[in-house]
């Protein structure tokens, strides 16, 4: 859990710094992806959905502004969307496996 918490602060200082955010924060989101799947919880979940999901609307911005500059719509609707899917992977419950118990909240 104390692992869980450094990761989820590493990440989201990594987003808010100044250069951090393009270079160093991408690499933060398969950490984010394996704490919220170790530890499932409401919480966890929530905060990797909201970290992960600015990580990689941050990441796709970038992506957006190398290739088509800024363009009008396409630099914050690709960002906007790729945010809302990674944060709705990372905030999704875990689907129990057969005979496995459900994790509890």
Known sequence: ???GLAVFVMAAVLLVSMGGA??????????????VRRHPTCGF?????????LTAAEVAWAAVYLVAGEAPVVIWLVPALVGIAA?????RRRLPTAGAPEPSE
């Open 87 to 91: 944060g709705a992977v990372l905030g």
């Open 22 to 35: 393009i270079v160093a924060a991408p690499m933060t989101l398969p950490a984010l992806f394996l704490v």
């Open 45 to 53: 979940r929530i905060a990797g959905a909201i970290i992960g999901g």
């Open 1 to 3: 859990m104390i692992v």
